[in-house]
């Protein structure tokens, strides 16, 4: 018996918009567009929540500054097959505030990933996307492990530089480095 050849379809970025427009992916559906997949997020819980919440708050001096936008859970376009939404986003600032458009990589400083449940699925997935398409930096925020994984220096094979920080360390992004932050003020 010959066994059957599945075959996936990619989604481009325009068509997942459509099925957003047409109503059957709704606003408030968990999901995003990776490499061409639909896929659905994890649930938000209070740790992660409480995260996303403190990193916003820590960072609002640089939003204050004009230096950049602070962007919570937005759609940040990879070309034509991925729109990831990333936890935090520190976006080059903009008049339209990126009305007309989801930012692209070239309108992101860094990218923060808040990990309660899926620490291997960003780390795995996520920060090599990022890398693949030059965002010069990612945090990955691991709440299991009480920890920050810092990516600099992307390359098509994913970043080139990992840095680990714990509680009692500082750090800051690298394209903004006046702007430094508590790691304990990140992991609470």
């Not at 976006?91 to 990990?115: I, K, Q």
């Amino acid at each position: 018996m010959a066994r059957a050849h599945v075959v996936r379809r990619k989604f481009s970025v325009d068509e997942y918009h459509r099925l957003a427009q047409a109503g059957i992916l709704r606003e408030d559906d968990r999901v995003e567009l990776i490499d061409g997949e639909i896929l659905e997020m994890s649930p938000i819980g209070t740790r992660h929540a409480g995260a996303v919440n403190r990193i916003r708050y820590h960072l609002t001096p640089v939003e204050a500054s004009g230096k950049a936008l602070v962007s919570v859970q937005n759609p940040v376009r990879l070309g034509d097959f991925a729109e990831p939404q990333p936890d935090i986003a520190l976006l080059r600032p903009r008049p339209d505030f990126y009305a007309r458009e989801h930012p692209g990589p070239e309108d992101v400083l860094l990218v923060v990933e808040v990990a309660e449940t899926s620490p291997d699925y960003d780390r795995q997935v996520k920060v090599p996307l990022y890398a693949r398409w030059g965002i010069a930096e990612a945090w990955l925020v691991d709440l299991p492990q009480d920890r920050i994984e810092v990516y600099r220096n992307p390359g098509p094979d994913g970043y080139r530089e990992l840095r680990v920080v714990g509680r009692g360390e500082r750090l800051a992004p690298s394209l903004l480095p006046e702007f430094e932050l508590s790691v304990q003020d990140i992991l609470g």
